[in-house]
Nanobody, 122 residues
Framework: QVQLAESGGGMVQAGGSLRLSCACSGRTFSIYRMGWFRQAPGKGREYVARISWSGGSTNYADSVKGRFTISRDNAKNTVYLQMNSLKFEDTAVYYC???????????????WGQGTQVTVSS
């Protein structure tokens, strides 16, 4: 089992920045890939970004490309999401997730955190 705990959410004005953290504990050696997702009020879950746990290759949704950066610190078992140039439409609950296998379905993850709220005021 892997436990995930997000932190770093809050309220920020449009154009501002936030950095989210996802601390991983438990059987972290079993992690293959980490991802960030978000869910805005009244909307479905949306993919944001992912990173491989070992090699560090990354991928981003078009809506955040160039503004968000996902990274990981394996020594700290932590994944980050640096969010710059935030927009009102980035307002959502942000979740981190862990995949334990190299699923071909990049949206498939095995373990999820509880989420952290990000609110961007216009």
């Amino acid at each position: 089992q892997v436990q995930l705990a997000e932190s770093g959410g809050g309220m920020v004005q449009a154009g501002g920045s936030l950095r989210l953290s996802c601390a991983c504990s438990g059987r972290t050696f079993s992690i293959y890939r980490m991802g960030w997702f978000r869910q805005a009020p009244g909307k479905g879950r949306e993919y944001v970004a992912r990173i491989s746990w070992s090699g560090g290759s990354t991928n981003y949704a078009d809506s955040v490309k160039g503004r968000f950066t996902i990274s990981r610190d394996n020594a700290k078992n932590t994944v980050y999401l640096q969010m710059n140039s935030l927009k009102f439409e980035d307002t959502a609950v942000y979740y981190c997730a862990a995949a334990f296998h190299p699923y071909s379905d990049y949206d498939r993850f095995d373990s999820w955190g509880q989420g952290t709220q990000v609110t961007v005021s216009s």
